[in-house]
């Protein structure tokens, strides 16, 4: 519960950092990479990117920048439980690959 809280806040300052015309582009690199652990050359691979793999290197290091700052700016408060303890541990971070 508390980690769809903390994906729902991330993905409300994503749309708030990130500008409109990047933002459909921007959520097809930065959620299969964070949620479901697929590659940059994988990303790059999708029909619809048109990004080589070093470019979606870079929009992912430029995405999480802006994200983690907003994030913080909002004062977020990591959970408290021990069971959610890894989530203030590990932050934002890929998961782990298929």
């Known amino acids: 519960m508390e980690r769809q809280l903390l ?8 749309s708030r950092s990130v500008p409109a015309e990047n933002l459909p582009q921007s959520r097809l690199i930065f959620w299969p990479y964070y ?10 691979a999708f029909p619809n990117i048109g990004l080589t793999t070093k ?5 992912l290091f430029w995405l999480t920048r802006i994200v983690r700052a907003a994030v ?3 004062g977020h408060e990591w959970p408290q439980t021990e069971q959610d303890s890894s989530l203030r541990e590990k932050g934002l971070r890929q998961t782990e690959s298929f």
């Open 7 to 14: 994906i729902r806040e991330i993905d409300r300052e994503f």
């Open 72 to 74: 913080a700016e909002q």
């Open 35 to 44: 949620r479901c652990g697929l590659t940059a050359s994988a990303i790059a």
């Open 55 to 59: 470019g979606v290197e870079s929009a």
